[in-house]
């Protein structure tokens, strides 16, 4: 508590003030890469196999999106090289596959029939950190009645929160592969003044 021993002019405006914090950290929640024509996609998802160098999961600008993968590019899966020539069925092959900053494949999808050699959940989404701030005052009415004064603030500094890419961005078949497009609340101010008798 501030101020408390000062004189009752002085304790009206600025004495007695209390005044507290909480901080929050959290690792973020797990998640999982997912890739086309695994045998397991039936139960709990379906992963890519993995042949290159594993990119870091962590948060980074890229011109006008924010992503968990910078530095990685969507390519033509490598599987596409197998489907027949035949009646020009080759071209109509759509599977796309993950690739480092020089085309070099680091996910691509399991041929039919296969499982991925990723494991459900390898990555970890961003660490959650927060700091909540609270203060409070009672201004004392009469013998019997006191008014409390008291401000919140969630996340006070406004940290901004990043969340795990929605599922459609966790194919290595999507477009946006990586994008992070939401968020956890942004600073929260609340005010609340009550009668105490």
């Given at each position: 508590?501030?101020?408390?021993?000062?004189?009752?002019?002085?304790?009206?405006?600025?004495?007695?003030?209390?005044?507290?914090?909480?901080?929050?950290?959290?690792?973020?929640s797990p998640f999982t890469?997912?890739?086309?024509?695994?045998?397991?996609?039936?139960?709990?998802?379906?992963?890519?196999?993995?042949?290159?160098?594993?990119?870091?999961?962590?948060?980074?600008?890229?011109?006008?999106?924010?992503?968990?993968?910078?530095?990685?590019?969507?390519?033509?899966?490598?599987?596409r090289a197998l489907v027949t020539t035949t009646n020009a069925l080759n071209t109509?092959?759509?599977?796309?596959?993950?690739?480092?900053?020089?085309?070099?494949p680091i996910f691509v999808n399991t041929l039919p029939g296969q499982m991925g050699n990723i494991a459900l959940g390898a990555f970890t989404s961003p660490p959650v950190n927060s700091l909540d701030l609270n203060v409070q005052k009672d201004f004392k009415l009469t013998?019997?009645?006191?008014?409390?004064?008291?401000?919140?603030?969630?996340n006070a500094l406004n940290h901004t929160q990043f969340l795990t890419?929605?599922?459609a961005q966790l194919a290595i078949g999507s477009s946006t592969f990586g994008h992070v497009t939401s968020t956890a609340a942004s600073r929260v101010l609340v005010l609340q003044g009550r009668i105490n008798f």
């Open positions: 508590t501030y101020g408390k021993d000062m004189n009752r002019f002085l304790d009206t405006f600025v004495g007695g003030w209390q005044m507290g914090w909480l901080y929050n950290y959290a690792t973020g890469i997912t890739g086309q024509n695994s045998v397991n996609s039936f139960t709990t998802g379906f992963t890519p196999n993995v042949v290159g160098a594993l990119p870091s999961a962590q948060v980074s600008v890229n011109g006008s999106y924010v992503t968990l993968f910078p530095g990685v590019t969507q390519i033509p899966d490598p599987s109509r092959a759509t599977l796309f596959a993950v690739g480092n900053s020089s085309g070099s013998e019997r009645f006191n008014f409390q004064l008291r401000a919140t603030a969630s890419p929605a599922a």
